[in-house]
T-cell receptor, first 114, second 115 residues
Framework: GDSVTQMQGQVTLSEDDFLFINCTYSTTWYPTLFWYVQYPGEGPQLLLKVTTANNKGISRGFEATYDKRTTSFHLQKASVQESDSAVYYCVLGEGGGLSGKLTFGEGTQVTVIS | EAAVTQSPRNKVAVTGGKVTLSCNQTNNHNNMYWYRQDTGHGLRLIHYSYGAGSTEKGDIPDGYKASRPSQENFSLILELATPSQTSVYFC??????????????FGEGSKLTVL
């Protein structure tokens, strides 16, 4: 079945630092990949989507691309702020069908200190 | 604004007891989902539904049942709760489309503790 693995469980940065989170995925379908973000006390929400390998998804200053050859997917932001502190999930969408099911990675807790 | 509301938000149950978690959505979405969130596992899909009267097993359905009596409501039922089911449970809704848009709308979560 589909699976997603996030290597970094926790990342601590200072304001204006560069953020980079990486994950790997496995699927038998053509992948559609997403990043979700979860703030304390809230449910996860969609941050951005990438449907084509090597093309960028961009939202709220975040960028994401994936590499089909290495089955890796990453999220980056040039300059983080304290408000970016949250849990970030790498997510794989089920290819085909109408279920809309998502497979989540383990999540990366990002803490930005001022 | 998309709206998914869950109740109760916090629940303490005893081992062997019955627990029902309820979810209501006002998005008029066909698809609804129940996930559980545990440290080190992210979110894992328990059950989902394509519409009223439909329930499907997700990746970890054992010990859980689901009910979708209407478009708006989707319940998760633990007939015999166990401590391993202590977790935070999230309900979500999403439109049923030909492609996977990835756009699910999540509720705020229900924290369940089974003693």
């Amino acid at each position: 079945g589909d699976s997603v693995t996030q290597m970094q469980g926790q990342v601590t940065l200072s304001e204006d630092d560069f953020l980079f989170i990486n994950c790997t995925y496995s699927t038998t379908w053509y992948p559609t990949l997403f990043w979700y973000v979860q703030y304390p006390g809230e449910g996860p929400q969609l941050l951005l989507k990438v449907t084509t390998a090597n093309n960028k998804g961009i939202s709220r200053g975040f960028e994401a691309t994936y590499d089909k050859r290495t089955t890796s997917f990453h999220l980056q932001k040039a300059s983080v702020q304290e408000s970016d502190s949250a849990v970030y999930y790498c997510v794989l969408g089920e290819g085909g069908g109408l279920s809309g099911k998502l497979t989540f990675g383990e999540g990366t807790q990002v803490t930005v200190i001022s | 604004e998309a709206a998914v509301t869950q109740s109760p938000r916090n629940k303490v149950a005893v081992t062997g007891g019955k627990v029902t978690l309820s979810c209501n959505q006002t998005n008029n979405h066909n698809n609804m989902y129940w996930y559980r969130q545990d440290t080190g596992h992210g979110l894992r899909l328990i059950h989902y539904s394509y519409g009223a009267g439909s329930t499907e097993k997700g990746d970890i359905p054992d010990g859980y049942k689901a009910s979708r009596p209407s478009q708006e409501n989707f319940s998760l039922i633990l007939e015999l709760a166990t401590p391993s089911q202590t977790s935070v449970y999230f309900c979500a809704s999403g439109a049923r489309t030909g492609g996977n848009t990835g756009q699910l709308y999540f509720g705020e979560g229900s924290k369940l503790t089974v003693l």
